[in-house]
């Protein structure tokens, strides 16, 4: 069953975050991530909400516990605390605010 983990973070400088996120899309494809998308608090850029969508939970769970993934976030400036949540696509997702970040899109895998 497909899964969709939503992630939250606070960042340090959203252009320095943004820059090791793009770089790891490897790191993404290896684990299935299907799509993703980007988007910040309107009020505050160091905000960043994230959804990434796999084929199985087992992929999503393997994405957000690997060592590669937790360096990424170091190097980027990750702040505040890591909040993820991986649900199947048949459990309802509660909408977020927030305006999308140019280049966000959700055919690009992550």
């Not at 939970?57 to 993934?69: I, P, T, Y």
């Not at 937790?70 to 696509?89: D, H, I, L, Y």
Request: charge should be positive; proline fraction near 4%; hydrophobic fraction near 35%.
């Amino acid at each position: 069953m497909a899964a969709t983990m939503f992630v939250r973070h606070e960042v340090a400088d959203y252009g320095a975050w943004r820059s090791v996120y793009d770089s790891v899309e490897g790191l993404r494809q290896q684990h299935g991530c299907t799509s993703a998308e980007v988007s910040v608090d309107a009020s505050n850029k160091n905000d960043v909400f994230v959804v990434h969508r796999f084929p199985t939970l087992e992929q999503a769970q393997g994405f957000a516990g690997s060592d590669a993934l937790r360096e990424a976030m170091q190097k980027a400036g990750v702040t505040g605390p890591r909040g993820s949540n991986s649900r199947s696509r048949s459990s309802r997702s509660r909408p977020i605010g927030g305006a999308p970040t140019r280049g966000a899109s959700s055919a690009r895998a992550l």
